[in-house]
């Protein structure tokens, strides 16, 4: 199964909504809108800011995506999923929200 397919399919059984036919798409669940990219199928990282980006991608290619990421510190909230097989895992999630006592 190709990447995309399995991101599709991952943010589906999630209970997003899924649009579009790339290998970019949108998935959204009740406020949420959350941009997907399987990276290695576009070649390059989105620019947009303000926004939820998650980029998808398979094991041996995790740790060069954070890496690219962290260095072009871009102005969204990332996270990277890790697809293994018919296994995922969130190598990388946004920060919780700050909580203050």
Same mark, same amino acid.
């Given at each position: 199964?190709?990447?995309?397919?399995?991101?599709?399919? %991952?943010?589906?059984?999630? /209970?997003?909504?899924?649009?579009?036919? /790339?290998?970019?798409?949108?998935?959204? +669940?009740?406020?949420?809108? =959350? *941009? =997907?990219?399987?990276?290695?199928?576009?070649?390059? #990282?989105?620019?947009?800011?303000?926004?939820? *980006?998650?980029?998808?991608?398979?094991?041996?290619?995790?740790?060069? #995506?954070?890496?690219?990421? +962290?260095?072009?510190?871009?102005?969204?909230?990332?996270? %990277?999923?890790?697809?293994?097989?018919?296994?995922?895992? =969130?190598?990388?999630?946004?920060? /919780?929200? +700050?909580?203050?006592?």
């Amino acid at each position: 199964m190709r990447l995309v397919e399995q991101a599709r399919s %991952i943010f589906a059984e999630l /209970g997003y909504t899924v649009e579009g036919t /790339g290998p970019t798409f949108r998935a959204e +669940r009740e406020w949420k809108v =959350v *941009h =997907v990219n399987t990276v290695l199928e576009t070649g390059e #990282l989105p620019s947009e800011s303000g926004q939820f *980006h998650c980029f998808v991608a398979e094991p041996e290619d995790a740790d060069d #995506l954070e890496n690219k990421l +962290r260095s072009r510190n871009p102005d969204y909230e990332w996270a %990277i999923i890790v697809v293994d097989g018919e296994d995922y895992q =969130v190598e990388r999630a946004p920060p /919780g929200p +700050r909580v203050t006592a």
